[in-house]
């Protein structure tokens, strides 16, 4: 029902664009979030969004280098990351929370998509 796209494979100080699109049924009345998970490490919060656009939360290590947006009309989220570094390389998730409000616990989301690799060599 979630199906991400837009990793890949990039140099230091480049950007990604990560797209989440929902299928299935609507999440509009869902805060959406962002994690990620690197080899050997626990998935991690990273970014997300109320119900209606208007209020994001980051982690620290992301402020001021992504952000998070969703579309409506097109059922869309979306990650846009700039000046990535190394320590960004992970695979990263979508997910929908269970209500419309941010949460930064994966334990309160309940969809999740497949994952999509991001890889930023150095």
């Known amino acids: 029902q979630l199906v991400e796209s837009g990793g890949g494979l990039v140099q230091a100080g480049g950007s990604l664009r990560l797209s989440c699109a929902a299928s299935g049924r609507t999440f509009i009345n869902n805060g959406m979030g962002w994690f990620r998970q690197a080899p050997g490490k626990e998935r991690e919060f990273v970014a997300a969004?109320?119900?209606?656009?208007?209020?994001?939360h980051y982690v620290d290590s992301v402020l001021g280098r992504f952000t998070i947006s969703r579309d409506h009309a097109k059922n869309t989220v979306f990650l846009q990351m700039n000046s990535l570094k190394p320590e960004d390389t992970a695979v990263y998730y979508c997910?929908?929370?269970?209500?419309?409000?941010?949460?930064?616990?994966?334990?309160?989301?309940?969809?999740w998509g497949q994952g999509t690799q991001v890889t930023v060599s150095s």
């Open positions: 969004i109320n119900w209606s656009g208007g209020s994001t």
């Open positions: 997910a929908a929370a269970r209500y419309g409000w941010i949460e930064v616990r994966a334990s309160d989301y309940d969809y």
